[in-house]
Each structure stands twice: as C-alpha cells, then as structure tokens.
C-alpha cells in the first residue's frame, strides 16, 4: 500500500500537482507517522506551495528520526535562511521562493542554462529551486550533481568548454538549482571570484560571442 502511494506522490511532484501531492504523502503518514522518505516529499510540497514554516517543520521530523539525514539537513539549513531573510507565504496566494533571492541576474556574470542527457528523474523530486549544486569538470564535459554526488545532466557543449576554461584560468562559480521537471532541468551559474588573469574577460557575454574560445 505505501510503495503505490509513494509512486502517486512521486508521480504528482514529477508533474507538479502539488496539492495531490500533499494529500498523498499525507496518506502515507497518517499509515506511518515516521517515513522519512513521505516526510521529505511532504517537507518540499510544502515548499513549492510556499508554506515555508510547514517546509522547515517536515524538514525537522526527519531529522529527529536520522540526523544525518542530507536532504533534511540542506533544507532545513536553506528555508531557516529564508524565513530569517522574511520570506514566507505572503497571503495572496502567491509564494517568495528562492527565485526572488537566488536568481539576480547580472549581466555577463549569471547564465542560466538547460542542462542535456539527464538523468533518472526520480531524483529529480528531492530538488529545490535554489539548492546548490556541483560540477564536475573533464576535459570534454561538466556534469552536474547534487551535493550527495547523485548525477542530474550535463552542460551543453559550448557553455561547458568555456567553463572548463574560466576554471582552469581561476575563476570560481556558483551553481544551484533553477527549475525541475521530469524532462527540462535549468540550472543558475554565477560568477563568485574572477581571477586576476581573466579581468578583462566577460564570464558570460550577452550575446554569446567568443563562447568557446578565450584568449589571455
């Protein structure tokens, strides 16, 4: 009866029915009271419905059940910052997120970009618009993952290369989460430190010009 449950809920987040969700993950707690994995999903259902407090309190139910508990453990540390930063439910039926916090754009320093060959979207459900993420630089590629190593998909190839560039001449960036659906997953890049070397180069030029290639 859970594992059914469990797949509708998963099901419901993939395709952002957030209030079946809700109602779903619900069931499973009502049957039983300490599913980490129902909590997880009720603590970002609450999330995406801009409930933050309810978020942080789920959050909170799992890890008095496993403290080490990851994915509670960035949550909660990432919803306490917004409600310190006074960011809640606003009572019109519309939600502050971290879209409004995270997602400032700077010309030539942020680009947003939509990651390719992803991975199993399963994964995908314990993902927070703004939750921070990594990458993972090789010669020909940057994939992308979570801060628990689990893959989610790769840059395209021209952003990728001239990443791999930007790093390797000692710029420092800032990844996170933008958006997350069963096929489309956005990422936020972010230009953190710029390196002496690179001070007259743009991260990311407006209109895509010299996107590949850097010359120092």
């Avoid at 939750?131 to 993972?136: E, G, R, T």
Wanted: hydrophobic share 35%; charged share 25%.
């Amino acid at each position: 009866m859970i594992d059914y449950l469990a797949r509708q809920a998963i099901s419901c987040a993939l395709s952002g029915d957030w209030e079946k969700a809700l109602e779903i993950n619900q069931k499973i707690i009502d049957i039983e009271n300490s599913n980490i994995d129902a909590l997880n999903r009720l603590a970002k259902v609450y999330f995406e419905l801009g409930q933050i407090q309810n978020a942080v309190e789920k959050a909170q139910q799992v890890l008095n059940i496993d403290p080490l508990n990851s994915i509670a453990q960035r949550s909660t540390t990432n919803w306490k910052e917004l409600l310190e930063d006074g960011f809640n439910h606003n009572g019109d039926g519309q939600k502050n997120t971290y879209s409004e916090i995270t997602f400032l754009e700077e010309p030539g320093k942020t680009k947003i970009v939509k990651l390719i060959k992803l991975g199993d979207a399963k994964a995908f459900t314990t993902i927070n618009a703004g939750c921070p993420l990594s990458a993972n630089h090789s010669i020909h590629k940057v994939t992308i993952h979570t801060q628990n190593g689990s893959y989610i998909g790769r840059l395209p190839d021209d952003i990728a290369k001239r990443l791999n560039q930007l790093v390797e001449h000692g710029n420092e960036y800032q990844i996170t989460a933008k958006s997350v659906s069963p096929k489309e997953v956005y990422i936020f890049i972010r230009e953190l430190k710029k390196s002496p070397k690179l001070a007259n180069i743009v991260s990311f030029p407006p209109d895509g010009s010299n996107l590949l290639i850097i010359k120092i």
